[in-house]
């Protein structure tokens, strides 16, 4: 049994991360900043929540005290006035690298697909700006990319699913960005693989066994619900307009980051370790009713 310190560990990757390494033994120190039940009933493993707030020296030392590894699935997608982009994914990734390295022990972080230093996207380039950071202060670290995730539920199965009951469907360009939507729970497989067989000093890139147009996964989806409401083009520009607005909201449905991701491919590099460097078959999303599977 080894411990193991999940940052982000109530987050949609996080709590499918922590089950997978309760139940296949391990103890789990849960680090987020709110308490939640995070127990993992009748697996051999344990999993405790450690009120942690990533962005303190001492918290994150606490988090990491008898750990001998660590993951760092921390996630921002919208800034606020208090929060930026930076705090989390540049400084906050690299201070728990800096303490697992300092304690010898390994550490999974946890970035995206597409991550680009000159991106018009503050996310993209803080994602990119917190990789170097964090190869730089753990050389031994793995950096895990996957592309979108998605399972049954989530926010992107349910707004694809959505789409069936509008009218007409506009599509982001012309739709034609490909996508390797990838699901949450092979990724947590990845990650746990990674631990378990002590994998150092690589980049996985994990994106699911399709790549899938845009309006190729609009027009699954319409399949799935009987219907065929037409599909109209909206261009990028008017998109990033409606989504800097929608930014100002308390929770955007789109925001101005999420379309500039979606502007260009977002899929697996040729010649990058992927699912099959582990050995992991995973799931596709069209092939998977649209996430109406398991
Ligand atoms: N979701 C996707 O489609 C997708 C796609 C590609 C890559 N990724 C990457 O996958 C990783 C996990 O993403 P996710 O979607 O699972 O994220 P998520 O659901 O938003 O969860 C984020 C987690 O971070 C914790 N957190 C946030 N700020 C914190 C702080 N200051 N201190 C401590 N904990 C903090 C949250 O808990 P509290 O709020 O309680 O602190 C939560 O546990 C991220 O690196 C993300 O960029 C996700």
């Known amino acids: 049994m080894t ?3 999940v940052f982000g560990g109530t987050g949609f990757l ?3 991360l922590v089950d997978r390494l309760a139940w296949a033994g391990h103890e789990v120190i849960v680090a987020a900043r709110h308490d939640r039940d995070v127990s993992v009933p009748d697996a051999p493993g344990t999993a405790i929540m450690r009120r942690t707030d990533v962005r303190d ?4 030392a606490a988090a990491l005290a008898g750990a001998t590894a660590a993951v760092n699935a921390i996630s921002l997608y919208v800034e606020r006035r208090d929060l930026r982009f930076e705090e989390i994914h540049v400084d906050a990734a690299t201070r728990i690298a800096r303490q697992a390295a300092d304690a010898g022990i390994g550490l999974v972080h946890v970035s995206g697909l597409g991550t680009e230093v000159d991106s018009d996207s503050a996310y993209v380039r803080a994602r990119a700006a917190g990789e170097r950071a964090v190869r730089q ?3 031994d670290a793995v950096v895990v990319r996957p592309s979108v995730l998605f399972d049954p539920n989530d926010a992107f199965s349910s707004s694809l699913r959505m789409l069936a009951r509008l009218p007409v469907v506009p599509l982001f360009g012309h739709g034609e960005t490909r996508l390797q939507p990838v699901h949450v729970g092979d ?3 990845a990650v746990a693989h990674l631990l378990e067989r002590g994998i150092a000093n690589a980049t996985y890139e994990l994106g699911g066994p399709g790549a899938h147009r845009y309006r190729d996964l609009v027009e699954a989806a319409l399949t799935a619900a009987g ?3 037409p599909l109209v083009p ?4 008017l998109w990033r307009g409606l989504s800097a607005v929608l930014t100002a909201l308390p929770s955007p449905p789109l925001t101005r980051d999420q379309v500039i991701l979606l502007e260009k491919d977002n899929v697996v590099g040729d010649g990058a370790n992927t699912f099959a460097t582990l050995g992991i078959e995973p799931r596709d999303l069209v092939r998977n009713g649209l996430g109406g599977q398991h």
């Open 234 to 237: 909206v261009p990028f520009p």
């Open 137 to 139: 202060t753990h050389p």
């Open 14 to 16: 996080g709590r499918r």
């Open 3 to 5: 411990r193991i310190t």
């Open 187 to 189: 990724v947590a497989e």
């Open 57 to 60: 020296d001492a918290d994150v």
């Open 227 to 229: 219907r065929h409401p």
